[in-house]
């Protein structure tokens, strides 16, 4: 009897424990419980922008905060300059990045990825004047992000100067005038850019890079790390990433086969 009193009060722990929620908002290792607090590109269309209505926006913002709904937890951005973005994770001043970033080996050695959620890569973009086709006719004066994979692109580029920059629209501004003969930058980001704004600019045949896009997380937030994974897997799995990201740029772009968070 002693023996089968124990069995009962075993499963009774076991089907305690698989009935309880995975975690609780106050085990998400949170700077504040329950909120949310990450770090975000104010202006990095169509990842991240504001809206006719004046409102935060962009298929960063829409997913990350669908994710975070889907954690329990209010979504509370903090607009940071790019190069300024990662040390804010580091140094806790914020929970993690809602930046659309490249995941790359340097930058998991300094901080985890939430689960791949989008999947591009860089373009050569030239005025439409422009008579190069392709990244290997290039001899110009190229325009990059300051701090980002597509400066060191534009290393292996025959270029005859570089210019860097502190936000994009600089550079597609400073590319439709005539002031740099070419820029690089994420396809979906061009894409976007050019359908919006009627700019006089066109992307070059090819990719420079294919990248895999992820939001940056502090390595010792793992707890944060799984929930948010699963609320991503979540969305995709029930249309809702699809119906958020194709709304505006007109395609899901999730990986056909992501990076996973490397615990």
């Known amino acids: 009897m002693k023996g089968l009193n124990k069995i009962k009060i075993v499963a009774?722990?076991?089907?305690l424990f698989a009935a309880a929620p995975a975690l609780a908002a106050d085990d998400l290792e949170l700077a504040e419980p329950g909120v949310l607090t990450c770090g975000a590109d104010g202006g990095y269309p169509p990842f991240s922008l504001t809206n006719t209505k004046g409102e935060f926006d962009g298929?960063?913002?829409?997913?990350?905060?669908?994710?975070?709904?889907?954690?329990?937890?209010?979504y509370n951005p903090v607009i940071v300059k790019w190069d300024a973005a990662l040390v804010g994770v580091l140094s806790g001043k914020f929970d993690m990045l809602c930046n659309a970033m490249d995941i790359t080996p340097a930058r998991q050695e300094q901080v985890r990825f939430i689960d791949a959620w989008l999947e591009s890569g860089g373009r050569l973009l030239v005025h439409e004047d422009s008579d190069v086709t392709s990244a290997e006719e290039f001899d110009g004066v190229i325009g990059v992000l300051a701090s980002s994979t597509w400066s060191k692109l534009a290393e292996e580029l025959n270029a005859s100067d570089t210019k860097y920059y502190k936000v994009e629209v600089d550079a597609m501004r400073d590319l439709a005038n005539g002031n740099i003969d070419a820029m690089i930058t994420d396809a979906i980001a061009a894409a976007w850019a050019i359908e919006q704004s009627n700019l006089p600019i066109r992307m070059t045949d090819g990719y420079l890079s294919s990248v895999q896009k992820g939001f940056a997380i502090h390595k010792d937030k793992v707890n944060l790390a799984k929930a948010l994974n699963e609320a991503l897997a979540s969305m995709v799995e029930d249309g809702t990433y699809e119906e958020l990201t194709s709304d505006l740029i007109g395609i899901s772009p999730y990986p056909e086969d992501p990076i996973r968070s490397q615990f």
């Open 59 to 74: 298929l960063a913002v829409r997913v990350m905060k669908e994710m975070a709904n889907r954690a329990g937890l209010e």
């Open 12 to 15: 009774g722990f076991v089907a």
